[in-house]
């Protein structure tokens, strides 16, 4: 099935701890986007990557650091994980924007990271 | 920078009433405006869109007009169902509305 998949879909882990995620899209789109859904449903931009290069790079403690190792996958790296990383997150994908206009995402299933 | 307001729920309503959700948007230029709906558990996926002004964008009964003149794209459906109980996220670019959460009892 074409998608976006991301893994794993569960996350519980320990503070302190170092922990990634990873997504991968077969839609042949050339954006992949992370992001950051809190416990009220507030959806919120952290890091995009177009054809492998980074062009947003959102107001994110420096302990979250994305990687890109191709079109198809990015991957989302957090080191000392706090209380306040407890989220879903989301990747997704799209085509290319044109001039100020974006193309609709194309969202995964999400991860929900659980910090005790 | 965009930006995009839209009502906050939770909206309740029963089956077969009429439903709107309010979005405004601020953005420079003009940019494709869109409708995601996330059902519980699951992502996020696009319900329609609309790429320039005066375009309706509609899908499976629901419906949205992108109004430059009050920087407005309102979420309607005339009759909604128990299946249409979702969280419904107005976007443009990568800034999301907050989320108007609905339920639909029977």
Request: charged letters at 20%; glycine letters at 8%; hydrophobic letters at 30%.
């Amino acid at each position: 099935d074409t998608a976006v998949s991301q893994t794993p879909k569960y996350l519980v882990t320990q503070m302190g701890n170092d922990k990634s995620i990873k997504c991968e899209q077969n839609l042949g789109h050339d954006t992949m986007y992370w992001y950051k859904q809190d416990s009220k449903k507030f959806l919120k931009i952290m890091f995009s990557y177009n054809n492998k290069e980074l062009i947003i790079n959102e107001t994110v403690p420096n302990r979250f650091s994305p990687k890109s190792p191709d079109k198809a996958h990015l991957n989302l790296h957090i080191n000392s994980l706090e209380l306040g990383d407890s989220a879903v997150y989301f990747c997704a994908s799209s085509l290319r924007t044109s001039g100020s206009s974006y193309n609709e995402q194309f969202f995964g299933p999400g991860t929900r990271l659980t910090v005790l | 920078g965009d930006s995009v307001t839209q009502m906050e729920g939770p909206v309740t309503l029963s089956e077969e009433a009429f439903l709107t959700i309010n979005c405004t948007y601020t953005a420079t230029g003009y940019p494709s405006l869109f409708w995601y709906v996330q059902y519980p558990g699951e992502g996020l996926q696009l319900l329609l869109k609309a790429t320039k002004a005066d375009d309706k964008g509609s899908n499976k009964g629901f419906e949205a007009t992108y109004r430059k003149e009050t920087t407005s794209f309102h979420l309607e459906k005339g009759s909604v169902q128990v299946s249409d109980s979702a969280v419904y996220f107005c976007a443009l670019s990568t800034s999301f509305g907050k989320g108007t959460s609905l339920l639909v009892t029977p």
